[in-house]
Each structure stands twice: as structure tokens, then as C-alpha cells.
């Protein structure tokens, strides 16, 4: 029964390497314009492409050189999912209000809960990555902080079933050490810091959260904004955040890459190993795992 399991989860892992490999070459779909119901939307005031050749980097608050946001613009931006509940309540409210962000998630995170990661995906926001698991880069040697970044691609292409991930990248606690800075330059991968801070992962209460951004923003008239959709007062605060924003003025833009980031076949070997493979063909775990006795 053993052998069988482990010729089972190889025949797997293979079929979804080869899938892998034939969609890579393709270049990441566009997003179909979906038609919005909300004629008081907040919606989308401009899409902004960059070419992220080199590495360039953005946000005010480690890098200076691009000011790509006229006055009162916010790039929405969210670490740290996909998350059950929180990230899907944080679709729903950008949904609602026919808008668009940047979502950086966790490689395992988005491993656990590929059907989240495709709500994002489809819903035609723009989908980079957190790193593999969140690891502080700066306490890593050179090549564990280079395994960070590509199992965190690597993982996030499985989950939106083996497609090119966008060029874009934003390091834990944003701390950047400088070879891994320079790698990334190499694989033409933008950097993604913010302008404000939220701080949402400090609080408990949605109302923290509105407070916290629109007090910033008020200071600075525009800006990259970060947020988590893995956190619950997050999730909450979205919908009143999203409409204070379109009550105060504020318009949003949408960043997306122009040529997408490949992951390197070895990295996908590498998650697919580790997470058991089949990834990129996982159900909900909803239909697959359910109670049916007990709490």
C-alpha cells in the first residue's frame, strides 16, 4: 500500500510539473472588465503598467525614485493570505465597490487554500508574493533568502493552476537586505514597500483600522497603502474603509506588471515535494473535509 501511495503521488507530482512547464511560456491572462452594479462605485480611476525590468522599487518609505500617484491616489495593497474568511470578506468589499488591489501572499498559505488564491486571481486584481513563510530575509543567509522568494512564486503559480505570477514582490516586515535587493534586480522582479503603513496587524477593532489609514492618508494626500487580508479587523473594516475613501475623494489605481515572473521549474519541483503535490488541482477544502458529527 506504501509503494502504491508513493508511485501515485510521483505519477501526480510529474503531471503537474508537465502542466507547469506548458502554461509558463503563456503570458498571464488579462482580466475581463466586469460590468459594475454600483453606479457610486469607487472603482477604478486609472491602470498603471510597469516594467519591472531591473528591479525597481516603490513606496516612499525605502524607495524614492518613482512617484507614480498624482494627488489623492492609493494603490490598495494586502499581505499575508489567502485566508479563510477574512480574504474572501476583503473580495466581497472590493467587489461591491467595483475596485482593484495588489494581494502579496504567503507561498504556504496560498498552497493551503488554492481556491482563494483563484477567487483573487478571477476577480482581476493583481496577484505577486509574501515569500514562501514569512521569514524575516534579514536574519537568512544569501541562498535561504533566495529560496524564500522563489518557493514563494513557485507556490503561488501552483495555486492559480500553474499560471505566471505578476513581477511584483514585497519582503516580510519590509526589511530589505541588499544581495537579495540585487537578486531580485536579476529576476526583474519589482519591490513593493508602502508609503503608509497600516498597522493593521495591531489591531483588534475594524473601526482601528479605518481610522489608522485615513488619518495617514490625510497627512500624506496619496500614497501605497498596506494592509493584510489575513487579519479579521482587516476583513471587517474593508467595506466602511472602501467607502470613506470614495466619500473623502480618493481614487484608486491598479498596478500591474508587464511581463510576468516565471518560477523556476527546480522551486516548483521543490513545493510540489513538500506540499504533497496536486496542488494546482486542489477542490475547497470545504468539499473535500466536512463535520458530520460533533461541533
Not at 484608486?252 to 513545493?271: A, F, H, L, R, S
Request: glycine content about 8%; charged content about 25%; overall charge positive.
Amino acid at each position: 500500500m506504501r509503494s502504491a501511495l508513493v508511485i501515485a503521488l510521483a505519477i501526480s507530482m510529474s503531471a503537474a510539473t508537465t502542466a507547469w512547464a506548458q502554461n509558463a511560456q503563456a503570458p498571464a491572462p488579462a482580466a475581463a472588465a466586469a460590468k459594475c452594479d454600483n453606479p457610486k462605485a469607487l472603482g477604478v480611476a486609472r491602470v498603471v503598467e510597469i516594467d519591472t525590468t531591473g528591479g525597481p522599487g516603490f513606496g516612499f518609505e525605502h524607495f524614492k525614485a518613482y512617484d507614480f500617484l498624482k494627488d489623492k491616489e492609493v494603490v490598495l495593497t494586502f499581505d499575508d493570505g489567502p485566508w479563510p474568511g477574512h480574504t474572501p470578506a476583503v473580495l466581497k468589499a472590493l467587489a461591491d465597490q467595483c475596485t482593484k488591489a495588489v494581494f502579496f501572499p504567503i507561498g504556504k498559505h496560498a498552497g493551503w487554500h488554492p481556491e482563494i488564491m483563484k477567487q483573487v486571481a478571477s476577480a482581476g486584481h493583481t496577484v505577486g508574493s509574501h515569500t514562501w513563510s514569512h521569514k524575516d530575509l534579514s536574519k537568512l543567509n544569501e541562498q535561504e533568502g533566495k529560496d524564500e522568494i522563489e518557493k514563494g512564486f513557485a507556490a503561488v503559480s501552483i495555486a492559480l493552476g500553474n499560471k505566471p505570477v505578476a513581477p511584483f514582490f514585497r519582503f516580510p516586515a519590509l526589511r530589505h537586505p541588499p544581495e537579495l535587493v540585487k537578486y531580485l534586480g536579476e529576476r526583474n522582479v519589482g519591490i513593493f514597500s508602502t508609503d503608509m503603513d497600516s498597522f493593521d496587524f495591531k489591531m483588534r477593532k475594524p473601526e482601528q483600522v479605518v481610522t489608522s489609514v485615513m488619518t495617514k492618508l490625510e497627512k500624506h494626500g496619496k500614497g501605497i497603502i498596506l494592509m493584510h487580508d489575513f487579519q479579521q479587523a482587516t476583513a471587517k473594516a474593508a467595506p466602511d474603509l472602501l467607502q470613506k475613501l470614495k466619500d473623502g475623494g480618493y481614487k484608486v489605481v491598479q498596478v500591474v506588471g508587464k511581463t510576468p515572473v516565471e518560477p523556476k521549474k527546480e522551486y516548483v519541483d521543490m513545493v510540489l515535494k513538500e506540499m504533497g503535490g496536486g496542488l494546482e488541482a486542489a477542490r475547497p477544502m470545504s468539499s473535500v473535509i466536512k463535520t458530520i458529527d460533533g461541533n
